[in-house]
Nanobody, 127 residues
Framework: QVQLVESGGGLVQPGGSLNLSCAISGITFGSYGIGWYRQVPGKGRLGVSCMWLNGDRTWYSDSVKGRFTISRNSAETMVTLQMTSLTPEDTGVYYC????????????????????WGQGTQVTVSS
């Protein structure tokens, strides 16, 4: 069973930075896509950044392009979202998701239909 555990959320001032981590376990075969999604109260989960776990192709939403960076470790057991120049609009619960044989990253991020989800981590950007 694939398990995803997010960490690294918290309260940060505007202009600050946070690194979110997604610890991945249970993946033994197949090609997975990994994505970070943000959810605010009353709204659905929106894709922020997605990538293929065993590839280099990445995608970012326009709102975070140039400020966020998604990356993985060589063992493919950790995916990190580096967030810089944070604004209050970045506030929300951030979820890590995984999908087996995911489409291209921009297609994966366009939908919130994924095989596995983490429990989420709260990010609050406020002064």
């Amino acid at each position: 069973q694939v398990q995803l555990v997010e960490s690294g959320g918290g309260l940060v001032q505007p202009g600050g930075s946070l690194n979110l981590s997604c610890a991945i376990s249970g993946i033994t075969f197949g090609s997975y896509g990994i994505g970070w999604y943000r959810q605010v109260p009353g709204k659905g989960r929106l894709g922020v950044s997605c990538m293929w776990l065993n590839g280099d192709r990445t995608w970012y939403s326009d709102s975070v392009k140039g400020r966020f960076t998604i990356s993985r470790n060589s063992a493919e057991t950790m995916v990190t979202l580096q967030m810089t120049s944070l604004t209050p609009e970045d506030t929300g619960v951030y979820y890590c998701a995984a999908t087996l044989y995911a489409p291209k990253p921009h297609e994966m991020c366009a939908t919130s239909v994924n095989d596995y989800w983490g429990q989420g981590t709260q990010v609050t950007v406020s002064s």
